[in-house]
């Protein structure tokens, strides 16, 4: 199975920060990287998809990068609506989630 | 407009059976792989179970493999889950997603069930 560890678990940030998180995979994935966005009670949103590709309607502040084990979710400046938990999901073989990262006020 | 409407959640004793079920509308329903994912209270997703388009085909998730069988009925536009001896970790809120490929992104969630086990 491919587990996946996303890191920080927590990150506290300001209004305007760039933001970064990272998640890795236990063997390549290639580029089959999906990045969701969960606010309470609601479900996951997809952002991005194919480790890069934005998801029409998501802000152009939202961007993703990596290949094969390695993958970051950059927020270049943190807004109100971004204070969020953060998933990853690989879609390589089966499906497998990240544990999250849960983006706070600081 | 895409729909997907589960239902058959509840409060459940552990060793229980339950079985869940999503009503889907706006897509082509047999032409499309079903899956089921469920999120444990502050917990990440996790992939339970896939059925492909003609139902033919199925796979589970080490941890319900041998207790919960995913099945379709493609005249009712309905994806099912069969769970049996259900444990405390079955614990979560069950979605019903669609992709066009077996291994995809979830682009469109539903709100889910909740899956309540009591010990």
């Known amino acids: 199975d491919i587990q996946m560890t996303q890191f920080p678990s927590t990150l506290s940030a300001s209004l305007g920060d760039r933001v970064t998180i990272t998640c890795r995979a236990s063997q390549s994935v290639n580029s089959w990287l999906a990045w969701y966005q969960q606010k309470p009670g609601r479900a996951p949103k997809l952002l991005i998809s194919?480790?890069?590709t934005l998801k029409s309607g998501v802000p152009s502040r939202f961007s993703g990068s990596g290949s094969g084990t390695e993958f970051t979710l950059t927020i270049s400046s943190l807004q109100p609506d971004d204070f969020a938990t953060y998933y990853c999901q690989q879609y390589h073989t089966y499906s497998t989630f990240g544990q999250g990262t849960k983006v706070e006020i600081k | 407009e895409v729909q997907l409407l589960e239902s058959g959640g509840g409060l459940v004793q552990r060793g229980g059976p339950l079985r869940l079920s999503c009503v889907a509308s706006g897509f082509k329903f047999n032409d499309y792989v079903m899956t089921w994912v469920r999120q444990a209270p502050g917990k990440g997703p996790e992939w339970v179970s896939s059925i492909s388009g003609s139902g033919g085909y199925t796979y589970y998730a080490d941890s319900v493999k041998g207790r919960f069988t995913i099945s379709r009925d493609n005249s009712k536009n309905t994806l099912y889950l069969q769970m049996t001896g259900l444990r405390a970790e079955d614990t979560a809120r069950y979605y019903c997603l669609y992709t066009s490929t077996w291994y995809q992104e979830f682009d469109y969630w539903g709100q889910g069930t909740l899956v309540t086990v009591s010990s």
């Open positions: 194919k480790a890069s």
